[in-house]
Every structure is written in structure tokens, then in C-alpha cells.
């Protein structure tokens, strides 16, 4: 058996240095800023526990108000702006 995925339409901000405050302010709860190897990260917590956003990720909004992060080729192959 073959299956597609429903066509959703999710909210979503890349983390970059010009927009990290905005990526913050996006996921407004479950999430804390920090630093590693001196670069600004996100952890935020998901569904399936904290995972990492490093600069360049996309933060999703999910279809039950969740949040997690996506790196850019997947999320580049995945979605498309509508």
C-alpha cells in the first residue's frame, strides 16, 4: 500500500542571526535560548522531548499547536510557500 501525506499549511520562522529574536518570540513558550560553541541555539520542547535549533533551522508550528525544529534541506524538500 502507497500513502501521500494530507496537505497541511504550518506556521513556520528559519533561525538565522538576523531573525533569532523573532524565532524566539515565535515559539513564546517551551523553549529557552542558550549558546554552544559560541553560537545562539534554541531548545525547545517537543512532543518527543527537548531538541536543539542551530541557526539555519526552521521552527514548525504543528497541526496541534506543537513546536519543533527542522533542518533547512529537509524542510526545503518537505514544504513550499504558500
Do not use: H
Request: net charge negative; hydrophobic share 35%; proline share 5%.
Amino acid at each position: 500500500m502507497k500513502f501521500r501525506k494530507k496537505p497541511v499549511i504550518i506556521d513556520a520562522e528559519q533561525f538565522t542571526s538576523e531573525n533569532k529574536d523573532r524565532a524566539f518570540n515565535f515559539i513564546s513558550c517551551n523553549r529557552y535560548a542558550d549558546f554552544e560553541n559560541g553560537e545562539p541555539i534554541l531548545r525547545i520542547e517537543t512532543l518527543e522531548g527537548e531538541m536543539t535549533a542551530r541557526l539555519g533551522d526552521w521552527i514548525i508550528r504543528g497541526v496541534k499547536g506543537e513546536f519543533y525544529p527542522c533542518k533547512p534541506d529537509i524542510f526545503e524538500s518537505t514544504y513550499e510557500k504558500v
